[in-house]
């Protein structure tokens, strides 16, 4: 005769929340400038409560945990100092003789490298494209439309702000900002994909289906199991 009995639940989420909250209290904390800190905050500050209000039917794969919370940090420390003020990144330039402070061109690496395993996740849990050949390309694609999309709300940010949107913008002189912006964020979502996929899949495979939806597809939803057979 077998038992049902909990498994286990994981400490990690919690932990990646109470980093967030913490380093964007520290950020927050004589700020270069408050209204730049939200602009680069901002996405870390809705997406936070969105995922705790919606974890109990959404969790997430502790992998996106884990680098959600190391996005945000970066968002935090960039929002703190501004982009192109950095003191690692300032170390780095001199340290390496480049131009300028690349903690920028780090920062939309990470825009890449992050929401790839977030578009992947959704995806593969929401859509018939798990196991497709299209998956990787379609993640891909997303996280450039999302880093174009990004672009244009600094080009808003510049038009409505002028000078005030400096900081905020990072440009630091580069007359191809923008370009560069965008092919950091390609590049670190084809990495990401590369990279990850198949820890991501074994962390997805640890998953178990919980329900189907729409008319009479096959579609499966997924959550993180709560009970497990002896």
Do not use: K
């Not at 798990?130 to 880093?147: D, E, I």
């Not at 005030?164 to 912006?181: E, I, R, S």
């Amino acid at each position: 005769m077998s038992a049902v009995r909990p498994a286990p639940r994981s400490s990690l989420p919690a932990v990646c929340a109470g980093l967030v909250v913490a380093g964007l209290a520290l950020s927050a904390w004589h700020a270069y400038d408050p209204t730049t800190w939200l602009l680069e905050t901002v996405w870390a500050l809705v997406g936070l409560p969105v995922i705790l209000l919606t974890w109990r039917r959404f969790p997430l794969t502790g992998l996106l945990c884990c680098l959600l919370a190391c996005h945000a940090l970066v968002l935090a420390l960039g929002g703190h100092y501004t982009y192109a003020r950095v003191p690692l990144g300032d170390w780095a330039r001199d340290a390496f003789g480049l131009e300028r402070n690349p903690y920028d061109r780090f920062g939309h690496l990470m825009q890449g490298f992050v929401p790839a395993i977030l578009v992947r996740e959704l995806l593969s849990r929401t859509s018939p494209l798990r196991g497709s050949r299209w998956l990787a390309p379609l993640t891909v694609c997303a996280c450039l439309a999302f880093s174009a999309v990004f672009e244009m709300f600094e080009w808003a940010a510049a038009v409505i702000g002028g000078q005030a949107a400096d900081a905020f913008l990072a440009t630091q002189g580069d007359v191809w900002d923008t370009q560069w912006d965008m092919f950091c964020a390609l590049i670190g979502a084809t990495v990401s994909v590369l990279l990850l996929g198949r820890l991501h899949d074994r962390q997805l495979s640890a998953l178990a289906p919980s329900a189907t939806y729409g008319d009479g597809a096959s579609t499966t939803v997924f959550r993180t199991s709560t009970a497990r057979t002896t």
